[in-house]
């Protein structure tokens, strides 16, 4: 049976992509990198002629986009990126910190020595990032971080599942990650994870990565604050 699992698994992974698949992967970078923001309307013309396709793949993409939660259908109206109300934002960052909290738990048990040393070397891109003031690059070496934890803790449906919301989260998390001091605070955050993970202290490392991802008091309130309305359903 096992056999028979992988075998399939294997040729999942050598299929080539549809151009469905191919889109909405397309689509999915321009949503998580900030160029299509929570409200805007995805127009199936625009879309076909930019990507050079029929509407056909167009529908396929936009509608595993929906499924994934990033994009909703409003009636007649359409189709728009997901916007998100205050009070699950708040649920949702907050079940964000019980998952990575609990990945940096798993990775404090499980994570091999190279994952450790390549944790090390994310965190001093980062630190030269900061150094530079690039808050792009510190956004982007800083996913590379979190989806090192997720990897470290050697989980399967898990790390799916943290992806999966953080993909969800991603409009909102550019905020946070460009308030004023997130990133110098995101370092020392950063490395009590990595110095707990390194012990193989899974209390300390969940602790720590809970807190690095939880928005609590005035951090809460300014992350608010600094949403733009559109942002917000």
């Known amino acids: ?84 109300s205050i009070p699950m934002l708040i649920e949702m960052f907050d079940l964000m910190a019980a998952l990575e909290g609990l990945c940096a738990r798993l990775a404090a048990r499980r994570a091999t020595r190279e994952e450790k040393d390549r944790m090390l070397g994310i965190q001093a891109r980062l630190e030269h990032a900061f150094a530079d003031n690039d808050p792009e690059a510190f956004y982007a070496i800083n996913e590379e971080f979190h989806d090192l ?32 001091g997130k990133m110098r605070a995101t370092l020392s955050e950063h490395k009590r994870i990595i110095e ?17 991802v939880r928005l609590l008091g005035d951090h809460l309130s300014d992350f608010i604050a600094t949403i733009p309305p559109h942002l917000l359903g």
């Open 1 to 84: 049976m096992n056999q028979i699992i992988d075998t399939r698994a294997e040729k999942a992974r050598l299929r080539q992509p549809t151009r469905s698949e191919e889109l909405q992967d397309d689509l999915k970078r321009l949503i998580v990198g900030g160029e299509m923001k929570p409200g805007d309307r995805l127009d199936e013309t625009e879309i076909a002629k930019r990507f050079a396709v029929s509407r056909t793949p167009v529908r396929e993409a936009i509608k595993g986009l929906v499924a994934s939660g990033l994009v909703e259908v409003r009636g007649r109206q359409g189709t728009f990126v997901a916007t998100l």
């Open 196 to 212: 707990a993970i390194d012990a193989g202290d899974p209390d300390e490392a969940m602790s720590a990565a809970s807190e690095h």
């Open 149 to 180: 934890l997720y990897t470290a803790g050697h989980t399967h449906f898990l790390a799916d599942q943290t992806v999966a919301l953080r993909l969800r989260l991603s409009p909102y998390r550019r905020q946070v990650t460009f308030q004023p």
